[in-house]
């Protein structure tokens, strides 16, 4: 009986996981139709944007931090409240301001989700298990994008409304409610997860504080390039929508496999060959063109793919005292890395398009090759990770190697 309410809370986020990455997917396609539609400038669609990507770590943070007081239960009915009411207002609203309010109401859910689904993963399953089902949780984001891209793109050719495809992200809305409705969720494996202060005090460790920092980069590594890319590769003769579909449709699988990586090569040598793959996918990003574009997605894809599942599922496993709060301030601190770097390359972006333009180079010439710049200069984000990652190979290594202290 335990073990299917087990499987049923799962499913359950699964499905709530979809709702985001529809929320991420579906909202993006249609944009340019709200702007139209709405008289909005690109600025006001940025300010839109923000508040997807604001409310997120907010939730995320205050909702790892009541975790233990109210639990998981609690945390994702007010997720379906602020999913359910933001897509309603985004349909109803007609306005900037509502836009502003929906977006955000939706953010909060997405945080949510991973507020509370990470440590019901962390605590219903053990070990190699955890690791597997904390992957195949995490797989429906880049494959919940793949769902959201294609209906978007369906609904658009067949003429339906971007209302219509809105009232789409409500269906997972729906399931994942049904699937969560009247369930027990499980307890705190670890006594000392279950106190706030508890949390603290393992947060405070050296081993914690270097994965914030690796959760920073990696972060980063994942969604600074996945920004770009599509449009410094349009101009390379690749076609952005296959390399982003190529990208997001392996993480899925790679995701959907994790378990075993995990279990051959622990999160540790796991973190650090997504690394080096990484680093090389983002290169090539900055010196290939045409189909070598698709063989620097591959590379890339395979790299990016674990880290998000593992950083989470290397604190729930290393440091489980650290609870659910820990598990949120280092999602929290992906989101935040993400917002602050993306005018930072803006900014990179920006002096080498002067740069190349100082050499007299104009058009899609211009832009290839100031885009191919920054993307360079990115590389340095997953390389810095090769060599925090094999400290932290060692680091682990050395940890294993002492005796465990009593009641850890």
């Known amino acids: 009986m335990e073990q299917t309410n087990y499987k049923r809370l799962f499913y359950g986020s699964c499905f709530a996981l979809i709702t985001t990455a529809l929320s991420f997917s579906i909202r993006a396609g249609i944009l340019p139709q709200l702007g139209e539609e709405l008289d909005l400038s690109a600025a006001q669609l940025g300010f839109i944007n923000s508040m997807w990507f604001l409310g997120f770590p907010i939730s995320m943070v205050i909702g790892g931090m009541i975790y233990n007081s109210v639990g998981g239960k609690i945390i994702m009915?007010?997720?379906?409240?602020?999913?359910?009411?933001?897509?309603?207002?985004?349909?109803?609203?007609?306005?900037?301001?509502?836009?502003?309010?929906?977006?955000?109401?939706?953010?909060?859910?997405?945080?949510?989700?991973?507020?509370?689904?990470?440590?019901?993963?962390?605590?219903?399953?053990?070990?190699?298990?955890?690791?597997?089902?904390?992957?195949?949780?995490?797989?429906?984001?880049?494959?919940?994008?793949?769902?959201?891209?294609?209906?978007?793109?369906f609904m658009t050719d067949f003429g339906l409304s971007w209302e219509t495809q809105i009232w789409a992200i409500m269906i997972p809305t729906v399931v994942y409610a049904y699937f969560f409705f009247g369930q027990t969720w499980p307890k705190a494996k670890v006594q000392e997860a279950a106190s706030l202060m508890g949390n603290l005090k393992a947060m405070v460790s050296p081993l914690f504080i270097f994965m914030m920092v690796c959760m920073a980069l990696t972060a980063i590594s994942e969604f600074g390039p996945q920004q770009w890319v599509s449009l410094i590769l349009a101009k390379s003769g690749a076609q952005p929508m296959l390399i982003l579909a190529l990208v997001t449709g392996l993480m899925a699988v790679a995701r959907y496999f994790g378990g075993e990586a995990v279990h051959k090569f622990d999160q540790t040598g796991v973190l650090l060959g997504s690394a080096v793959l990484a680093t090389i996918g983002v290169y090539l990003f900055s010196t290939q063109t045409g189909a070598m574009a698709y063989v620097a997605a591959v590379f890339f894809a395979l790299g990016i793919a674990y880290f998000w599942p593992n950083m989470i599922g290397f604190i729930a496993d290393k440091i489980p005292q650290s609870g659910a709060f820990g598990m949120s301030i280092v999602g929290a601190v992906g989101m935040f890395s993400t917002s602050i770097f993306q005018p930072i390359i803006g900014g990179w972006i920006d002096a080498d398009k002067a740069e190349a333009a100082a050499q007299g180079l104009t058009g899609d010439e211009l832009d290839l090759v100031s885009g191919q710049a920054t993307l360079e200069t990115m590389t340095a984000f997953p390389a810095i990770l090769i060599v925090l990652f094999t400290i932290l190979l060692f680091w682990v290594r050395r940890i294993k190697a002492q005796p465990v202290p009593a009641g850890s």
């Open 77 to 153: 009915q007010f997720a379906f409240l602020a999913h359910a009411i933001g897509i309603i207002m985004t349909i109803y609203s007609g306005s900037y301001i509502g836009l502003l309010i929906s977006t955000l109401l939706i953010g909060l859910g997405n945080g949510c989700t991973e507020a509370a689904c990470n440590p019901m993963i962390a605590d219903a399953y053990e070990g190699n298990q955890m690791s597997k089902m904390m992957n195949r949780f995490h797989m429906w984001f880049p494959g919940g994008i793949v769902i959201g891209s294609l209906a978007s793109k």
